[in-house]
């Protein structure tokens, strides 16, 4: 199964930018890149995700190196609300279907 | 329209005993997977189901086993539970045609059910 890298955890101001990293050196062609996050005491829930190119939804930006080989979710100004586990998941591709491998997440603890 | 939805919330078993957790998927999604999230851990991988068969499994016993009904909800059962089954059991559903379509679709989670065993 193929692996990502995240830090443990980051601290951000409220109102200022957050650049989440994340590793995946074994990435394969196919693999596209996930990220989801987990509030306290809910499910994860979808952020964003892309394969090649930079990405950018309401959530979040995802931004891809050239080589896929780490990628960055940007929250372009956090709040209070965004204080939760950050999931950098890559999609496992198997019979018929897709599996989805967690890591341990980066806890993002945001500071009024 | 309404979300993934799981059923129990909680549940308290004593080691031995077997539980059944259930699951209902977002409306219009046909695939549903199984998680557990220890505490403090990122969620692992149990089992997918799709067109009522087991398509993937992740590294759990033969103790966990499962099931997809026609109307694509699903059951978590796990038998001769032992201390180290206490967890969050989580449910995400999602499309399978995102397969076949070499898309990629985002999977959408329950709340989850809180089992514990003592």
């Known amino acids: 199964d193929a692996k990502t890298t995240q830090p443990n955890s980051m601290e951000s101001n409220e109102e200022e930018p957050v650049h989440l990293p994340c590793n995946h050196s074994?990435?394969?062609?196919?693999?596209?890149i996930h990220w989801y996050r987990q509030l306290p005491s809910q499910g994860p829930e979808y952020v964003i995700h892309?394969?090649?190119s930079n990405v950018n939804n309401r959530m979040a930006s995802l931004a891809i190196a050239e080589d896929r080989k780490s990628s960055t979710l940007i929250l372009h100004r956090a709040t209070l609300r965004d204080a939760a586990v950050y999931y950098c998941?890559?999609?496992?591709?198997?019979?018929?279907?897709?599996?989805?491998?967690f890591g341990t997440g980066t806890r993002l603890k945001v500071l009024a | 329209d309404a979300g993934v939805t799981q059923s129990p919330t909680h549940l308290i078993k004593t080691r031995g005993q077997q539980v059944t957790l259930r699951c209902s998927p977002k409306?219009?999604?046909?695939?549903v997977s199984w998680y557990q999230q220890a505490l403090g851990q990122g969620p692992q991988f149990i089992f997918q189901?799709?067109?009522?068969?087991?398509?993937q499994r992740g590294n759990f016993p033969d103790r966990f086993s499962g099931h997809q009904f026609p109307n694509y909800s699903s059951e978590l059962n796990v038998n001769a539970l032992l201390l180290g089954d206490s967890a969050l059991y989580l449910c995400?559903?999602?499309?399978?045609?995102?397969?076949?379509?070499?898309?990629?679709?985002?999977?959408?989670f329950g709340p989850g059910t809180r089992l514990t065993v003592t």
């Open positions: 995400a559903s999602s499309l399978a045609a995102g397969f076949r379509l070499r898309v990629s679709y985002e999977q959408y």
């Open positions: 074994t990435i394969s062609g196919t693999d596209y």
């Open positions: 892309g394969l090649t």
């Open positions: 998941i890559l999609r496992d591709e198997g019979p018929g279907t897709y599996k989805y491998i």
């Open positions: 409306s219009g999604h046909d695939t």
């Open positions: 189901y799709y067109e009522e068969e087991e398509r």
